[in-house]
């Protein structure tokens, strides 16, 4: 069983910069592909970024390649989001995933491929 904690809540304004953590317990965190997937107002839930366990490789959605940064410390059991030049279309609750020793790029890119879910994190990207 894997626990996930995500960072609190956070209010930007367009163009700044927001970083979320997701740190996980109960699991051996170095074999646990992560992702972060994200639900706007309204809106059916959708991949945002995932990072491979076994060679640390990332994956990203189109809507946030090049603002977007996922990256992991296994030390830290922790997965990090950097999230530049953030836009109102960013607000919505994020959630991360776990995926224990699953290694599919496609998969990755897919909500199935996670057995474990954190509670969510409000982001809202207003001026």
């Known amino acids: 069983q894997v626990q996930l904690q995500e960072s609190g809540p956070g209010l930007v304004k367009p163009s700044q910069t927001l970083s979320l953590t997701c740190t996980a317990s109960?699991?051996?965190?170095?074999?646990?592909?992560m992702g972060w997937f994200r639900q706007p107002p309204g809106k059916e839930r959708e991949f945002v970024a995932a990072?491979?366990?076994?060679?640390?490789?990332?994956y990203y959605a189109d809507s946030v390649k090049g603002r977007f940064t996922i990256s992991r410390d296994n030390a830290k059991n922790t997965v990090y989001l950097q999230m530049n030049s953030l836009q109102p279309e960013d607000t919505a609750v994020y959630y991360c995933?776990?995926?224990?020793?699953?290694?599919?790029?496609?998969?990755?890119?897919?909500?199935?491929?996670?057995?474990?879910w954190g509670q969510g994190t409000q982001v809202t990207v207003s001026s």
């Open positions: 990072i491979r366990y076994s060679d640390g490789r990332q």
């Open positions: 109960g699991g051996t965190f170095s074999q646990i592909s």
């Open positions: 995933a776990a995926a224990p020793y699953s290694t599919n790029s496609l998969r990755l890119m897919r909500s199935g491929a996670y057995d474990y």
